[in-house]
């Protein structure tokens, strides 16, 4: 059965973290391709100018073919309750807004077309990753950056390997990649202390290297700040993920491994949107203290 977060909203989301590309563009095509072979989708009779039609406008508006079956008066007030394709949405009555409920749910601005809890987790994202200071990471990037990815990495996953065979061809295309440590098997587990081992090292860019290209490295210990990385990468979804995560300036996430030509185009893609109205104030916000 469809889901709603591909059939309806699935151009507004991005591809699934540790998958293949191909395979995140076979299942977001898979939809586009079943409406056009079918007959014209389903729609329940409503009245012109009524708070059921705006939703069936509103969802229309996210995605034309779409079977919507039922929609109805919702158990909160200010929302219409409607089925479609097997799942429940929520539209308020002015046809403004849709909330996707369930675990991974959003509440989406029709008209912008902008799910807002994607810009509110982009926000805490950036905001995390902010924090962490430069000494603590490990970079490789060209002299003059066109783009800057922050990538939470560990050193098992085969999807994180594949990324770093490739961070010549990033760079070269401008992509500076800021890596920061998720063992994404857990604290104190092999994996755990290889990332350890590598934030260690005297020289951490080699080190990194070596791990991902399946090379023993020196086992050290340290102050690291493999936890505190860690504890980011759950806050900003890492755990649910999977690794490599890979996240943009604005804290947007881009999914998991990408080639680099496919990188390229969807950072110039995020870069060329308008940003959310929250980023808008804060970069019109005065700087400075007093």
């Known amino acids: 059965m469809k889901r709603i977060a591909l059939a309806v909203l699935g151009a507004l989301s991005l591809s699934a973290c540790a998958q293949a590309p191909q395979a995140a563009k076979t299942d977001a095509a898979a939809p586009a391709a079943q ?13 012109a100018g009524s708070a059921e039609a705006r939703a069936v406008d509103a969802i229309r508006t996210l995605n034309a073919g ?7 008066a919702a158990p909160m007030p200010g929302f219409r309750e409607a089925l479609v394709q097997g799942q429940v949405v929520y539209v308020s009555d002015d046809g403004g807004y849709l909330f996707l409920p369930g675990s991974g749910g959003a509440l989406f601005n029709i008209k912008a077309k902008r799910n807002l809890t994607q810009d509110a987790m982009a926000d805490m994202r950036r905001d995390l990753v902010a924090a962490v200071p430069a000494g603590e990471r490990i970079v490789f990037a060209p002299a003059h950056p066109k783009h800057t990815v922050t990538v939470f990495t560990d050193a098992e996953c085969g999807y994180c390997r594949k990324l770093h065979s490739e961070i010549g061809e990033y760079n070269r295309l401008g992509i500076a990649v800021e890596y920061l440590a998720f063992p994404r098997m857990g604290l104190g587990t092999e994996d755990y202390k290889k990332m350890v081992s590598v934030w260690c090292a005297d020289d951490r860019r080699q080190a990194l290297t070596a791990v991902k290209a399946g090379h023993e490295v020196s086992s050290k210990q340290c102050d690291s700040p493999v936890d505190r990385q860690y504890q980011i990468g759950l806050r900003a979804g890492a755990g649910v993920t999977g690794t490599p995560m890979v996240l943009n300036a604005d804290g947007v996430q881009l999914g998991g491994y990408l080639p680099p030509a496919q990188m390229l185009e969807a950072l110039d893609k995020l870069a060329a949107q308008p940003k959310a109205p929250a980023e808008k104030a804060a970069a019109a916000a005065p700087t400075g203290g007093a």
């Open 66 to 72: 779409v079977d919507i079956d039922k929609v109805g």
């Open 35 to 47: 409406a056009a072979s079918r007959a014209a989708p389903a729609s329940p009779q409503v009245a």
